[in-house]
């Protein structure tokens, strides 16, 4: 059965300097689909990234990079320069092989502080 | 980008009543939708799978005959609460997923159901 697990379920970080949300999955498909999302206040879910399992690099969007370990199972989140407006939950994610079922991770609440 | 919509986005119903949810994509059509369901600080739980034209497949635990899905063409799907209980308050979402893009799905704006 696949599993997402999210370890933090609050994060603090600085302003303006960078912060790993950690990951870590377990599947026995070997291909697979991995990704994050933000989720504000206003409760929509917003795509950050996606890292496919045959990805041999590491996703990248703007600010935000995932550190995909295979061997480890683990598919953290790195946001660079944090912002303010960076504070909120955070859900990892990953797919089945077929891009069915998505399952999802217990999330981490970023804050950012001034 | 894709954009799915959800309408409405808050509902307040009576206890006993029934509530219709509508998920569209707006720009794009989605062979396969997706029902979620998120309580208070918790994650999202996949309720059901609908497909165009097909019954939706739902996830263990979820009561088929109270979740009405109708999935009636390739941009609506609904989720229809019936007989609604205050324990199905919660935030209920969809998604879409974009044809010949596998893994990537698009999120509507999510719906606040409370029941009193």
């Known amino acids: 059965a696949q599993k997402i697990t999210q370890t933090q379920p609050g994060m603090f970080v600085q302003e303006k300097e960078a912060v790993t949300l950690d990951c870590t999955y377990d599947?026995?498909?070997?291909?697979?689909?991995l990704f994050w999302y933000k989720q504000p206040s206003s409760g929509e879910m917003i795509f950050l990234i996606y890292q496919g399992s045959y990805d041999q690099q590491n996703a990248t969007e703007g600010r935000y990079s995932l550190n995909f370990q295979k061997a480890r199972k683990s598919a953290n989140l790195v946001i660079s320069a944090s912002q303010l407006g960076d504070s909120a939950m955070y859900f990892c994610a990953m797919s089945d092989t077929g891009g069915f079922k998505t399952i999802f991770g217990a999330g981490t609440r970023l804050f950012v502080k001034a | 980008g894709a954009v799915v919509s959800q309408h409405p986005s808050r509902v307040i119903c009576k206890s006993g009543t029934s509530v219709k949810i509508e998920c569209r994509s707006l720009d794009f059509q989605a062979t396969t939708m997706f029902w979620y369901r998120q309580f208070p600080k918790q994650s999202l739980m996949l309720m059901a799978t609908s497909n165009e034209g097909s019954k939706a497949t739902y996830e263990q635990g979820v009561e088929k005959d109270k979740f009405l899905i109708n999935h009636a063409s390739l941009t609506l799907s609904t989720l229809t609460v019936t007989s609604a209980h205050p324990e199905d308050s919660s935030f209920y979402i969809c998604s879409a997923d974009l044809a010949g893009t596998p893994y990537e799905q698009y999120f509507g704006p999510g719906t606040r159901l409370t029941v009193t």
């Open positions: 599947t026995s498909d070997p291909s697979y689909g």
